[in-house]
């Protein structure tokens, strides 16, 4: 008899397409298990940090960054949130692929499943990258859309890149908040 797959999860968001923007940030959120404790605790976080299910750039400067202090001093998901930084001009598609191979690579077990949600793409790029995954070799469910606004697992993820995109910025809180997070192993860039 085979052993049961491990169920992985996937929650991916990104910074970085407006015009203005000289990189392009992804950040995926990979977790296994039950997500309900993890989506009540991040929203007790948003609750007290004051965030709401608001994104990075719909929060106050202070409320995010005690949102991801807060993160950060409970060790949620320590060490399972992945980003990568692109150089522009890229087609947003090819990030996408590299930030999850290696975030799913990393967190996955033999044998596994693996369940990709991301903010808010349609349902052609759904497929295109579904397909991409697998040809890398990736065991995964069809790639989804899901809104930020109905998943606290995509709102962090939104956290982190909006976190990322200020410091690259130089933004000096949020400099001092990647930091910390890289120093603490909290995050995990892809290409270091």
């Not at 693996?114 to 469910?141: H, Y």
Request: aromatic residues 8%; positive net charge.
């Amino acid at each position: 008899m085979a052993p049961p797959k491990e169920q992985l999860y996937c929650y991916v968001d990104e910074t970085g397409q407006d015009a203005a923007a000289f990189a392009f940030v992804v950040v995926a959120v990979v977790s296994a298990g039950v997500q309900d404790d993890l989506r009540r605790e991040l929203e007790d976080i948003e609750h007290q940090a004051g965030t709401g299910n608001r994104k990075w750039h719909k929060s106050r400067s202070e409320r995010r960054l005690r949102y991801l202090s807060l993160v950060l001093e409970k060790q949620l998901l320590a060490g399972q949130i992945f980003f990568g930084t692109f150089r522009k001009p890229t087609p947003y598609f090819f990030p996408y692929v590299e930030t999850i191979e290696r975030a799913i690579r990393a967190k996955a077990h033999e044998p596994y499943s693996a369940r990709v949600c991301i903010d808010g793409i349609d349902r052609q790029k759904a497929a295109e990258l579904t397909n991409a995954l697998r040809d890398r070799g990736l065991t995964l469910n069809m790639v989804r859309g899901k809104k930020d606004e109905s998943e606290p697992l995509i709102r962090l993820a939104d956290m982190w890149a909006g976190c990322i995109r200020a410091a690259q910025l130089g933004g000096n809180l949020e400099s001092d908040a990647l930091q910390r997070a890289l120093a603490a192993g909290h995050l995990v860039n892809i290409k270091s």
